[in-house]
């Protein structure tokens, strides 16, 4: 069973910055893709940011110029710094991984998430 561990999120005012991390747990051969995701109250949930195992990464066009996201292959971690911070960023923050397992086909799993607030 493989774990996914959210952490860092909490109360920023508005301009302010937090760092997201998430720390995959568990026996399996690799992780290819990882990404973050956000709910917010009411809405569907969004794409934030992903990451391929080498590196390439996509941002939605909302944060685009205040949240970079990263990784560490041998810690099994995804990063998101968060910079510049709005209301609108308030939500609930996911992450997500996609699992080579030793046997058997890829998967997708998910964090329970983290609460990021911004405001004053």
């Known amino acids: 069973q493989v774990q996914l561990v959210e952490s860092g999120g909490g109360l920023v005012q508005p301009g302010g910055s937090l760092k997201l991390s998430c720390a995959a747990s568990?026996?399996?051969?690799?992780?290819?893709?990882m990404g973050w995701y956000r709910q917010a109250p009411g809405k569907q949930r969004e794409l934030v940011a992903t990451i391929t195992r080498g590196g390439a990464t996509d941002l939605a066009d909302s944060v685009k110029g205040r949240f970079t996201i990263s990784r560490d292959n041998a810690k099994n971690c995804v990063y998101l710094q968060m910079n510049s911070l709005k209301p609108e960023d308030t939500a609930v923050y996911l992450c997500?991984?996609?699992?080579?397992?030793?046997?058997?086909?890829?998967?997708?799993?998910w964090g329970q998430g983290t609460q990021v607030t911004v405001s004053t």
């Open positions: 997500s991984a996609q699992i080579v397992p030793f046997g058997g086909s890829d998967y997708d799993t």
């Open positions: 568990g026996s399996f051969f690799r992780i290819d893709n």
